[in-house]
C-alpha cells in the first residue's frame, strides 16, 4: 500500500464504532498486512504478545487494546514486555477507544491523542508499512490527504465521463483539477472573502444527487473570470457575486466542467472540509501530479521528494553563499540592501521542473533571507522584491506545469502572510499574474537561452499560457536585469538500455558529432550538455541529480571530456546516496548531485554521506569526474594488472546449445547410462555461486573424447552441441563443431584452485561476493577467475577499497555492479607488499572463508544481505579492511570518499611511472 492508501484505510477505521478485540488486526491492515498474516496472528500461530489483549507482529509493532482509563499503564507494559525486545517491534500503541498512545521504540519519540484524531497523525506510523517517512508528511498529513480526497474524485469523474478521459480532453481534466486546488486553497486563506464560500456555496446551490453540480461550478468559474464591472454582462447571478475577479489565466477559456454523480459531489465536499491553509506547495505539487498520470496513480504519494534532499542542491548552488553573505553583512545596511538587491536579480531555472519543487523550495528559502535582511534594516511591511517570474522552468507534461506556476503562487501568497501579514497579502494576491514562467515542453529540444535569457537580454520567447488552450507565445521580461542564473533539477535519469527511441533522438540532437559513444549515456546527461553549453554564454551555475552511473565506468569518457571541454569544471558534488522516496520499502535509486561552473573558485566541496546518514564536507583544490579530489583523468582499461599482481580472466563459454550443461535430472540420467564420474564437474556461474544453486557440465579433455564418446548418452549430447554450432551464423562458431565435447572458450584446465568474482552484483551488498573453489570446479564466463593465485587475492577483492574502486570505475547494469578484469582488477592500484603483508592479508581471506563457512548452508546471498549479514562475518570483513587500508595510509581511511582519493592518487603516480618506464625501454 502506499502512503495515500493507507491515510485513506486509517481515517475510515477511526471513524468506525471501536471494537477493542478487533482493533488491532484492522489496524495492522490498514498498514497492508495481508489477511494470511492477520489469520496467523488470529490464531497466535506468530502472536507472541505477554500483554493481556495483546498482539504483537515481530520486527513491527507491539500493540493492545484495554479498558477505559489504563492506556498509559498498558504502553508502560509493552514497553517493558521482553517479548517486546526479542521481537525487536519497532513501535508500541495502546488504546481504549477514547485515547491513543504510542511511542517510536527507535527514535523515542511519543504520541497522544483522542482516538478519533489518531489519524493526523498516520504518517507517524508509516514505517510499519516499510514507508521511511519525513518530517514533513509526519508533521503535517494534510497534503497526503488532498492527494487522496482528489484521486478518489478524478476517478469518479474520468469512470461517468468518459469523454473527458481521452487523451484529446486530457488537457481539459487537468485544468479543471488546478481550478479546484485554487479555490479549496483561496477559501481557506480569505483570498475568497466569506467563510468556505466555495465549500459552502456548492453544498447550497446543487443537488443532492450531483445532477447540477457541473452547472453550479461553471457558473462560478465565469464569475472569477469576468471583471466586477463586466459581470451583467457575462451574466454573473446574484449568488455568484461574491467570488473575486481571479483571471491569471486560471479560469479564462472554457468553463466546462465534467458532469458530477452523487458520490462525485461527495467527495467535492469532503475535499473542501479539509484545511488547505496548511497546504505546503512543494509537497502538494508532486503528489498531486500523480493524481493525473494514468501511469503515476499507482504509486499516488510515493515521489515527494524531501526539503532535505532538496536543499543538497540548492544550498551550495547559491544559497549558502547569500547566507554567508547576510552573515558577514551583519547589521551593516549598505551591505544588506546590497544583498537584497542581488536577490531581486537571481534567476533559479529548472528544466525538468515537474510540479515545481525545486523552484517552490528555492522562492521560499530567498524569501527567509530577505524577510531577515528587512527585520535588520527595520522595513518589516515592504513588498518583496523577488518576482516570480525570475523561476523559471520546462515541464513535458501540462498538468505538472500547470501546478508547479500554482505551486509558486500559492508559496508566494503564503511567504507574504508569513513576513508582511495577512492584509498586505490579501491585498495584491487578485488578480493573479497572467504572464506564465514555466514553459510546457522538451527540455533537451528547446533553446534554454530562449527561456532564461543571458543576463542584460530581456526574454523573447516563451511557451503558451498553460491556463488556457495554447494560442499565441508569449513575451515576458525579467523584472531586473543583470543577475545571475542558477540551473537545477532532478531529471529523469533512464539508463541507454531503457530509452524511447525519442529519448534516443534527444541524446543525439545533443551528442552527435561530439561523441562516438553517445548512445551509451544516460538520459541525464543531456541535462548537463545542455547546462554545459548554457553556460558558455553567460555565467550560470548549475546542479542536479543523476543516477551516478555518470560519474562510473565508461560514460565518465563520453560525457565529461565533453563537459569540460567547454570551460566547466565541478563546483561541488555529492557522492552516491540513496535518492529516497515515500515508496514502500523506500526503494530510492542511488544518485549523486553535481555542480558546474566556469570559474567555481578554490573553495570546492565533496559532500559524502555514511550509512548511518551522517553528511561529511570535504575542502578540494579540484574535484575529478570520478568525484573524487585531485587532476581529471579517465581510467581505461588495461591488458596487464597495473601493480604486477595475480592475472584475472574470464570463465568458460559453453556455446553448447545446452548440450553439456547439466540440470539434476540430467546428472540423474547419466548415472543410469553409466557415465564415468570423472566426465561430470561442478559449474559454477555467478547465480550458481551468489544464490548456491547447483548445476553440472561435462568436462572432456582432447586425450578423453574417444572414451566419452563411447558413451551412447554422452555421444548424443555432443550430437546436440554439433548440430546447433552448425547452424550458427558464425564461422568460429562453425568451426567448433569439430570438437562438441569442449567449450566454446575454454580458459581452464578443469584442476585448479579457483577464485572467483561474479560479473554482476548487487550494489546493496557491503563487500564484492568473491569466493574459493575447490579443484575440479569448472567457472562459467558469467565470472571472473584467479586461478592458482595466492589466497590473499582474495583479501583484496574482499576489501572495501575494492568495492569502492568497482564502483568508480566499472560499468553498471541498472544498480548493479558490472565487473571487468580489464577495467576493474586491471586498473586497481595496490601498493608493494612486504611477505608480511601477503601473509597477514592471506589470514584475513582465511577468516572470511571461516566466518562463511560457520553459517553453512547460507548462501551468499544470505551472508550478504546487509540487513542480516552475520557478526562474526562482518568482524572478519572489518578486520581486512584495517590491515589492508594501514598497508595504504597507516590507519583505517574515514569514508569512501577518502578511499578512492588515494586510490586515484596511487593509480595516477602509477600510471605515470609505467608511462615514463615503456618510454626508455623504446629509446633503447
Known amino acids: 500500500m502506499n502512503a495515500v492508501e493507507i491515510e485513506a484505510a486509517i481515517t475510515e477505521l477511526a471513524a468506525q464504532p471501536f471494537d477493542g478485540a478487533e482493533f488491532p488486526y484492522a489496524f495492522l491492515a490498514a498498514f497492508g498486512n495481508k489477511e494470511t498474516t492477520l489469520k496467523r496472528l488470529r490464531k497466535g500461530d506468530s502472536n507472541a504478545s505477554d500483554v493481556l489483549g495483546g498482539v504483537l507482529q515481530r520486527n513491527n509493532i507491539h500493540l493492545a487494546t484495554c479498558a477505559v482509563g489504563e492506556v498509559g499503564r498498558t504502553l508502560r507494559a509493552l514497553k517493558n514486555s521482553p517479548r517486546t525486545l526479542s521481537a525487536k517491534a519497532k513501535f508500541v500503541l495502546a488504546t481504549d477507544g477514547e485515547t491513543l498512545e504510542a511511542e517510536d521504540l527507535v527514535s523515542g519519540e511519543p504520541i497522544s491523542c483522542g482516538f478519533v484524531e489518531f489519524p493526523d497523525h498516520f504518517g507517524f506510523f508509516l514505517p510499519l508499512a516499510g514507508i521511511t517517512t519525513v518530517r514533513e508528511i509526519k508533521e503535517n498529513p494534510i497534503d497526503i490527504r488532498a492527494t487522496s480526497r482528489l484521486n478518489k474524485l478524478y476517478v469518479e469523474l474520468q469512470q461517468h465521463n468518459p469523454d473527458w478521459a481521452k487523451a484529446e480532453r486530457r488537457h481539459d481534466m487537468n485544468h479543471f483539477m488546478a481550478r479546484l486546488v485554487f479555490c479549496f486553497f483561496a477559501e481557506d486563506t480569505e483570498i475568497f472573502d466569506g467563510l468556505n464560500l466555495f465549500s459552502a456555496t456548492v453544498e447550497k446551490m446543487t443537488e443532492r444527487d450531483g445532477s447540477n453540480t457541473h452547472e453550479v461550478l461553471e457558473t462560478i468559474f465565469r464569475a472569477m473570470n469576468s471583471r466586477k464591472e463586466d459581470r451583467d454582462k457575462a451574466r454573473v447571478p446574484r449568488w455568484a457575486d461574491p467570488f473575486p475577479y481571479v483571471n491569471g489565466g486560471l479560469f479564462s477559456g472554457s468553463t466546462d466542467v465534467p458532469r458530477f454523480t452523487r458520490t462525485g459531489r461527495s467527495y467535492l465536499l469532503r475535499a473542501g472540509e479539509l484545511n488547505w491553509k496548511e497546504i505546503n506547495p512543494d509537497i502538494f505539487g508532486s503528489m498531486i501530479q500523480a493524481v493525473a498520470e494514468d501511469e503515476e496513480r499507482g504509486e499516488l504519494g510515493m515521489h515527494y521528494t524531501s526539503v532535505p534532499n532538496i536543499l543538497k542542491v540548492l544550498n551550495p548552488l547559491f544559497l549558502d553563499d547569500l547566507r554567508d553573505q547576510l552573515e558577514s553583512a551583519g547589521d551593516n545596511k549598505v551591505k544588506l540592501i546590497n544583498l537584497r538587491r542581488r536577490m531581486a536579480r537571481i534567476r533559479v531555472f529548472d528544466p525538468a521542473c515537474g510540479s515545481g519543487n525545486f523552484l517552490v523550495i528555492a522562492y521560499k528559502q530567498m524569501r527567509a533571507i530577505e524577510a531577515e535582511i528587512n527585520r535588520r534594516r527595520v522595513e518589516v511591511n515592504l513588498p518583496s522584491e523577488i518576482p516570480l517570474t525570475n523561476f523559471r522552468g520546462i515541464e513535458l507534461r501540462d498538468f505538472p506545469a500547470e501546478i508547479a506556476r500554482l505551486a509558486l503562487i500559492i508559496a508566494e501568497f503564503q511567504c507574504d502572510v508569513l513576513y508582511r501579514g495577512q492584509k498586505e497579502a490579501l491585498a495584491e494576491v487578485l488578480p493573479l499574474d497572467a504572464q506564465n514562467w514555466i514553459t510546457c515542453g522538451n527540455a533537451l529540444q528547446l533553446d534554454w537561452l530562449a527561456i532564461c535569457p543571458p543576463t542584460g537580454v530581456g526574454v523573447r520567447v516563451l511557451s503558451n499560457d498553460l491556463f488556457k488552450t495554447p494560442l499565441d507565445q508569449l513575451e515576458i521580461d525579467f523584472e531586473n536585469e543583470g543577475g545571475e542564473t542558477y540551473i537545477c533539477g532532478n531529471p529523469p535519469y533512464r539508463g541507454s538500455q531503457w530509452q524511447t527511441e525519442e529519448q534516443k533522438s534527444d541524446l543525439g540532437s545533443i551528442f552527435e558529432g561530439r561523441a562516438k559513444n553517445w548512445k551509451s549515456l544516460d538520459y541525464v546527461s543531456g541535462w548537463f550538455m545542455k547546462a554545459a553549453d548554457y553556460g558558455v554564454n553567460t555565467q550560470a551555475g548549475s546542479a542536479f541529480v543523476a543516477t551516478n552511473s ?181 564461422a568460429t562458431t562453425k568451426n567448433l563443431a569439430k570438437v562438441p565435447y569442449r567449450f566454446g572458450e575454454i580458459r581452464q584446465r578443469g584442476s585448479e584452485v579457483v577464485i572467483v568474482v561474479p560479473g554482476v552484483s548487487s550494489e546493496n551488498r557491503p563487500y564484492l561476493p568473491v569466493g574459493l573453489l575447490a579443484r575440479g570446479s569448472i567457472v562459467s564466463n558469467k565470472n571472473f577467475v584467479l586461478l592458482d593465485e595466492p589466497l590473499w587475492n582474495l583479501a583484496l577483492i574482499a576489501s572495501r577499497l575494492h568495492w569502492v574502486w568497482i564502483g568508480a570505475v566499472c560499468v553498471r547494469m541498472r544498480t548493479d555492479f558490472s565487473y571487468s578484469n580489464t577495467l576493474g582488477w586491471n586498473t586497481f592500484p595496490v601498493p608493494t607488499l612486504t611477505d608480511q603483508n601477503r601473509a597477514d592479508l592471506t589470514q584475513c581471506a582465511e577468516e572470511i572463508l571461516l566466518a562463511r563457512e560457520a553459517q553453512f548452508p547460507d548462501t551468499i546471498a544470505d551472508l550478504y544481505d546487509p540487513q542480516h549479514m552475520p557478526e562474526q562475518l562482518r568482524r572478519a570483513h572489518e578486520q581486512n579492511d584495517e590491515i589492508l587500508e594501514r598497508i595504504y595510509i597507516g590507519r583505517k581511511f574515514r569514508n569512501d570518499t577518502e578511499r578512492l582519493e588515494k586510490l586515484f592518487d596511487l593509480y595516477t603516480k602509477m600510471s605515470a611511472g609505467q608511462v615514463k618506464i615503456n618510454k626508455a625501454r623504446k629509446s633503447k
Open 550 to 730: 555518470i560519474c562510473q565506468g565508461r560514460q565518465v569518457e563520453t560525457l565529461w571530456t565533453l563537459i569540460f571541454s567547454t570551460g566547466h569544471s565541478i563546483s561541488f558534488a555529492h557522492t552516491s546516496f540513496k535518492w529516497a522516496n515515500l515508496a514502500s520499502k523506500n526503494a530510492g535509486v542511488t544518485v549523486v548531485i553535481v555542480g558546474l561552473a566556469v570559474n567555481p573558485g578554490s573553495a570546492r566541496r565533496i559532500f559524502s554521506e555514511s550509512i548511518d546518514g551522517e553528511v561529511s564536507i570535504k575542502a578540494a583544490e579540484h574535484i575529478n569526474a570520478y568525484l573524487v579530489p585531485g587532476p581529471d583523468i579517465i581510467v581505461g582499461p588495461r591488458t596487464l594488472q597495473l601493480s604486477g599482481i595475480g592475472e584475472m580472466t574470464f570463465g568458460n563459454m559453453p556455446n553448447d546449445g545446452g548440450g553439456l550443461l547439466l540440470e539434476q535430472k540430467d546428472v540423474e540420467e547419466a548415472h543410469r547410462y553409466g557415465v564415468p564420474a570423472k566426465f561430470i564437474r561442478p559449474f559454477v556461474g555467478s547465480q550458481e555461486y551468489i544464490q548456491g544453486t547447483e548445476r553440472r557440465c561435462l568436462w572432456v579433455e582432447d586425450n578423453e573424447f574417444i572414451e566419452a564418446s563411447s558413451n551412447p548418452w554422452m555421444a548424443g549430447r555432443f550430437g546436440l552441441v554439433r548440430a546447433t554450432r552448425l547452424k550458427s551464423d558464425r
